[in-house]
């Protein structure tokens, strides 16, 4: 065969863009009180319970009984995204990425509803007549994986699945509302799936769990999210080995912790002013490309204190 061959040799391509492994969109906002909103912040007012008392005999005053209202305050945050597409580019690539670009950016948008949705569970809600009382994550809102002996957060367990499930039970959290768990991949396969002596219903449960199975154990639904925060913010906090309260006790926070947390479906709320929107259009100021944007407008908050708690767990 002719030496001379090769320059007969044509370089194949594929019309198709692949995407790289990435969090496709939100996880989290499925999982909460979803509400729209007009204006840059808004009030979600809030009912308290309140008490029956006892007649006190016959043709008595009817007693005044005030019900508590209370209100949390969102303001909305701004997001966008945007590239430019050349028609040069287009001939060059021989396909148009157009599509594949907007796709991106909507699933950015996504995890960006999942950052802002795990920023304001984690930090200050915003109470009061005018919105400007700050209601901080207390210690009594906080749940340190534990073992009953370890001085430091272990990895989730199942010890402290029933921990968590007894702090909602407690707080007399309607069971007919829905139950989630934000947790990294390691705690469940360093964490559960790692502990020696489970019962065996609670080790299939789990292998099911990891195997794609199931989704739910002990009454809460599980979110994968590899975006939680860090618990660097609570490294010198103390808490007790025996029972993972935190406040006080042997045991130490300390570095390497990140913040997992369960919740009532509505004990969060997600509040849109503009849910994701997406356009392309051609731009003359930049030689007539294409421009793929998207943008949106999102506030969260944490709604109730007692449909919320914090797991500290060791990553």
């Known amino acids: 065969m002719s030496s001379e061959i090769t320059t007969a040799f044509v370089k194949q391509f594929n019309n198709m863009l692949f995407h790289l492994s990435q969090q496709k969109g939100s996880r989290l906002e499925p999982a909460v009180r979803n509400e729209s909103q007009r204006g840059e912040s808004q009030f979600f007012e809030r009912l308290g319970p309140v008490a029956a008392v006892k007649r006190t005999g016959r043709h008595s005053d009817t007693p005044q009984i005030d019900t508590p209202h209370s209100r949390r305050r969102v303001t909305l945050v701004d997001y966008e995204w945007a590239d430019l597409i050349d028609d040069q580019d287009k001939i060059r690539m021989l396909i148009d990425p157009a599509s594949d670009y907007l796709q991106a950016a909507v699933w950015a948008l996504g995890r960006a509803k999942d950052d802002e949705i795990i920023e304001k569970a984690n930090g200050n809600a915003y109470a009061g007549k005018e919105g400007g009382t700050i209601v901080a994550v207390s210690n009594s809102e906080r749940l340190v994986a534990h073992d009953g002996s370890t001085t430091a957060p272990i990895k989730l367990n199942v010890k402290t699945l029933r921990a968590a499930k007894k702090y909602f039970d407690q707080n007399e959290v309607d069971p007919s509302i829905k139950r989630c768990m934000a947790i990294s991949s390691a705690q469940v396969q360093d964490g559960l799936l790692a502990e020696d002596e489970l019962t065996s219903s609670d080790y299939n449960t789990v292998k099911a769990l990891v195997?794609?199975?199931?989704?739910?154990?002990?009454?809460f639904k599980f979110i994968q999210l590899e975006r939680l925060d860090n618990a660097d913010d609570l490294s010198a906090v103390n808490f007790a080995p025996a029972d993972g309260s935190v406040g006080a006790g042997g045991g130490t926070i300390g570095s390497s912790a990140i913040k997992c947390f369960a919740w009532a479906q509505d004990g969060l709320l997600l509040s849109k002013g503009e849910d994701i929107l997406t356009r392309i259009e051609e731009r003359a100021d930049k030689s007539f490309s294409n421009q793929v944007y998207?943008?949106?407008?999102?506030?969260?908050t944490r709604m109730e204190e007692s449909k919320y708690l914090e797991i500290i767990c060791a990553e």
Request: charged residues 20%; proline residues 0%; glycine residues 24%.
């Open 211 to 219: 195997g794609g199975e199931v989704d739910s154990f002990m009454g």
């Open 294 to 300: 998207a943008r949106m407008s999102i506030g969260s």
